[in-house]
């Protein structure tokens, strides 16, 4: 009765679209297992036992799901329906548990790990390709596996961690670099060690001088930034010397540094402002997962004074800013004015005609926040901005 041996394998995903455009995907079911019930063994790829996908074997092989292949073997399975692909590769680290009922016959085999197994039957069971050893010459007599030219091995090092912030990156290259050997990536790059910025499976193929082929992947998770917005009132920043700004940015983060200089704006998403001068607030945030960002914020302070226009006349206004009340005074040849309190958007609060040379006008009533004072008369037409803290 024929038995089937599943090997264990990794399931490896990589984009191929320097290649044939297709984009990658996960293939739920995929597996790859190695079928003894013919000899020599046949590599069979399946997916759930559907049949809506190709099948394209390293070897050159296609369209089939199964192919006489020993050692190094890759099979890329693309879905039909989504032109997506999945690519299973080789990883030939032996499994030293697994128990096979496999014949008491000596026909030794090499192993893609390096490791001579007395036939090839013992090198499925540990779940590695395999090839026929090469007799020495001498009766009973082989060769090390190690000058077998279809055992090579090869392993992806990275010199970090292979889950970074996005705006990171990390350099990925073989363990042991053969000087003598090739090596090319599924990015596309035909160089041993790579710089990786994005999310994938990243394969690489390496050939030494003998022509032994031996593949490694390595997977990279690159967590985006984390999402940063930011709304001001008024929006856009554009106000006048004296007014109130308020930044809201994105809520729920973990920690908020701004650089307004004010303490108790750290690990705040809303503040509130007094800007006297152009600025640039900048805020960086750090997420749960140690993956910052950051927003600039420019805000323009204008003293709006281009909206305000006055006649020469020597009118005092004072203290400005001011904590409580306004003194107005002015020459006492100007007869019959109007003195009106407006806001910054023209809303009239205060008026009073017939006013003396001099005037207090008491804010307790109103609002903190910047006013314009306007003096009408037969030869005034005067304005003034006006804080009130």
Same mark, same amino acid.
């Given at each position: 009765?024929?038995?089937?041996?599943?090997?264990?394998?990794?399931?490896?995903? +990589?984009?191929?679209? $320097?290649?044939?455009?297709?984009?990658?995907?996960?293939?739920?079911?995929?597996?790859?297992?190695?079928?003894?019930?013919?000899?020599?063994?046949?590599?069979?790829?399946?997916?759930?036992?559907?049949?809506?996908?190709?099948?394209?074997?390293?070897?050159?092989?296609?369209?089939?799901?199964?192919?006489?292949?020993?050692?190094?073997?890759?099979?890329?399975?693309?879905?039909?329906?989504?032109?997506?692909?999945?690519?299973?590769?080789?990883?030939?680290?032996?499994?030293?548990?697994?128990?096979?009922?496999?014949?008491?016959?000596?026909?030794?085999?090499?192993?893609?790990?390096?490791?001579?197994?007395?036939?090839?039957?013992?090198?499925?069971?540990?779940?590695?390709?395999?090839?026929?050893?090469?007799?020495?010459?001498?009766?009973?007599?082989?060769?090390?596996?190690?000058?077998?030219?279809?055992?090579?091995?090869?392993?992806?090092?990275?010199?970090?961690?292979?889950?970074?912030?996005?705006?990171?990156?990390?350099?990925?290259?073989?363990?042991?670099?053969?000087?003598?050997?090739?090596?090319?990536?599924?990015?596309?790059?035909?160089?041993?060690?790579?710089?990786?910025?994005?999310?994938?499976?990243?394969?690489?193929?390496?050939?030494?001088?003998?022509?032994?082929?031996?593949?490694?992947?390595?997977?990279?998770?690159?967590?985006?930034?984390?999402?940063?917005?930011?709304?001001?009132?008024?929006?856009?920043?554009?106000?006048?010397?004296?007014?109130?700004?308020?930044?809201?940015?994105?809520?729920?983060?973990?920690?908020?540094?701004?650089?307004?200089?004010?303490?108790?704006?750290?690990?705040?998403?809303?503040?509130?402002?007094?800007?006297?001068?152009?600025?640039?607030?900048?805020?960086?945030?750090?997420?749960?997962?140690?993956?910052?960002?950051?927003? $600039?914020?420019?805000?323009?302070?204008?003293?709006?004074?281009?909206?305000?226009?006055?006649?020469?006349?020597?009118?005092?206004? +004072?203290?400005?800013?001011?904590?409580?009340?306004?003194?107005?005074?002015?020459?006492?040849?100007?007869?019959?004015?109007?003195?009106?309190?407006?806001?910054?958007?023209?809303?009239?609060?205060?008026?009073?005609?017939?006013?003396?040379?001099? +005037?207090?006008?008491?804010?307790? $009533?109103?609002?903190?926040?910047?006013?314009?004072?306007?003096?009408?008369?037969?030869?005034?037409?005067?304005?003034?901005?006006?804080?009130?803290?």
């Amino acid at each position: 009765m024929a038995r089937i041996f599943i090997c264990i394998i990794f399931l490896f995903l +990589f984009s191929v679209n $320097e290649v044939n455009s297709q984009t990658p995907c996960s293939l739920s079911g995929a597996s790859v297992y190695l079928d003894y019930s013919s000899t020599p063994a046949l590599m069979n790829a399946s997916v759930n036992g559907m049949s809506l996908y190709d099948y394209t074997w390293n070897n050159g092989s296609t369209g089939v799901n199964q192919t006489l292949i020993y050692s190094g073997w890759c099979v890329t399975i693309t879905d039909l329906i989504t032109g997506c692909d999945t690519t299973i590769c080789e990883n030939c680290m032996p499994d030293s548990t697994a128990f096979c009922p496999c014949p008491m016959i000596y026909m030794p085999v090499c192993g893609c790990d390096g490791i001579m197994y007395s036939n090839w039957c013992l090198a499925v069971c540990a779940g590695v390709g395999w090839s026929p050893a090469i007799s020495n010459g001498l009766p009973g007599g082989w060769l090390p596996c190690s000058s077998n030219p279809t055992s090579c091995f090869v392993e992806i090092s990275a010199n970090g961690s292979t889950t970074f912030c996005e705006g990171d990156s990390i350099q990925l290259q073989p363990n042991i670099y053969d000087v003598n050997g090739t090596y090319s990536w599924s990015n596309g790059a035909n160089y041993h060690e790579i710089w990786v910025f994005s999310s994938g499976d990243y394969i690489l193929t390496y050939v030494n001088d003998t022509g032994c082929v031996a593949y490694d992947t390595m997977n990279i998770q690159v967590i985006p930034k984390p999402n940063l917005t930011a709304n001001t009132i008024p929006d856009p920043a554009d106000i006048c010397l004296g007014d109130t700004l308020v930044i809201e940015l994105t809520s729920g983060l973990d920690n908020y540094y701004w650089n307004t200089g004010n303490p108790l704006h750290q690990d705040q998403y809303v503040i509130e402002l007094l800007p006297n001068i152009d600025f640039i607030y900048v805020c960086e945030v750090i997420d749960s997962n140690s993956c910052s960002n950051k927003v $600039e914020i420019e805000v323009n302070v204008d003293t709006c004074a281009t909206s305000i226009s006055s006649t020469l006349i020597d009118i005092n206004i +004072f203290p400005n800013p001011t904590k409580n009340v306004l003194n107005i005074n002015f020459p006492s040849d100007l007869k019959d004015l109007k003195i009106t309190l407006l806001t910054i958007d023209g809303k009239i609060i205060f008026v009073n005609e017939n006013i003396p040379n001099k +005037f207090v006008i008491n804010l307790s $009533e109103f609002s903190q926040g910047s006013y314009i004072v306007k003096i009408e008369g037969e030869k005034v037409n005067f304005f003034k901005k006006i804080i009130f803290q």
